[in-house]
């Protein structure tokens, strides 16, 4: 499938067999001591030169086989990330529970709403990425949540992406999967909202205000009512309450006009960064072609001959 690849394996704190067996199969076996499937991809994008990247979970439940239809698809239409979606092409629950399945639906829609659709299953550790997409992405997330992280890096640059329907398998005999439903599906949640705050501040801390400020009128209109009728202030407390909500809610929306101003540099930063980088296509330079894989979890580096 990708003859003549240098492979790396990343040993991640592993329990099993997977260095032995590297170094027996004759692969370059490196180590990322911080536990994480993030903290292993952040040491492999910095250790690892290649101008195509493929990011594939290492438990034979992805369809190598479409890798290289994914890096023509990159190559041709000059993309800088294609995902392999396992929406429409798992074998049941014995592959995709329910409950991931629900999960990813939620989650990508959350995300969809904040950031535009264009993916459908933005959880896939399947993917294709350009060496410019790698060297610019800050690979701040430490565990699965990750995934997301990649996702919202490409549409916060608005990078040209595309999704390929690729098959989706069970684990192998003796595997164990590391996911949980609910704790790395709030850990998700949480990344995105973070994420939301960290590259829609405005956004974010406008929605603040609008609640604050509508919690503070609701306070507030019954007191105005009786003091405009009798002159007085029979809720004193309340009044006090009323106005420091007020201000905690002209206080938000302007940490969102600030913070939009700073978050509009940085990406210009951040766009500058990606652009130093070549763009994929067919007229490549000529080089090698990398393999790396971690613990539980396989990253490609490719490097298109010309």
Do not use: W
């Not at 704190?13 to 170094?23: E, V």
């Not at 069970?170 to 705050?197: Q, V």
Request: with cysteine.
């Amino acid at each position: 499938m990708l003859p003549g690849a240098m492979i790396y394996v990343y040993d991640n704190n592993s329990a099993d067999q997977t260095i032995q067996r590297a170094r027996e199969a004759g692969a370059i076996v490196r180590s990322e001591k911080y536990q994480g499937k993030g903290n292993v991809m952040r040491r492999m994008f910095s250790d690892i030169e290649a101008d195509i990247y493929i990011l594939v979970d290492g438990d034979s439940t992805y369809h190598a086989a479409s890798s290289p239809a994914m890096i023509d698809k990159l190559l041709t239409e000059q993309l800088d990330m294609v995902v392999g979606s396992r929406l429409t092409a798992h074998e049941g629950d014995a592959s995709f529970r329910r409950g991931h399945q629900f999960g990813n639906h939620l989650l990508t829609g959350f995300m969809s709403m904040i950031f535009g659709r264009q993916l459908t299953d933005m959880l896939s550790g399947f993917r294709v990425m350009s060496r410019r997409f790698v060297k610019s992405f800050p690979a701040l997330s430490a565990g699965f949540e990750t995934e997301t992280e990649l996702t919202i890096h490409a549409l916060e640059l608005k990078m040209p992406i595309a999704e390929v329907v690729t098959p989706y398998g069970s684990r192998p005999a003796g595997s164990e999967s590391k996911l949980s439903t609910y704790r790395d599906g709030y850990r998700i949640l949480l990344t995105i909202i973070a994420l939301f705050k960290k590259e829609r501040p405005l956004v974010f801390f406008s929605i603040l205000f609008f609640l604050l400020a509508a919690l503070s009128i609701g306070l507030a209109v019954p007191i105005l009512l009786t003091y405009a009728k009798t002159g007085l202030v029979p809720r004193f407390p309340t009044a006090i309450l009323a106005t420091g909500i007020m201000l905690l809610a002209c206080l938000s929306l302007s940490c969102g006009l600030i913070l939009d101003t700073v978050t509009h540099g940085r990406r210009e930063l951040k766009r500058l960064n990606y652009l130093a980088v070549a763009a994929p296509g067919p007229d490549g330079q000529g080089g090698q072609i990398y393999y790396a894989a971690g613990q539980n979890h396989l990253l490609q580096q490719v490097h298109i001959t010309g």
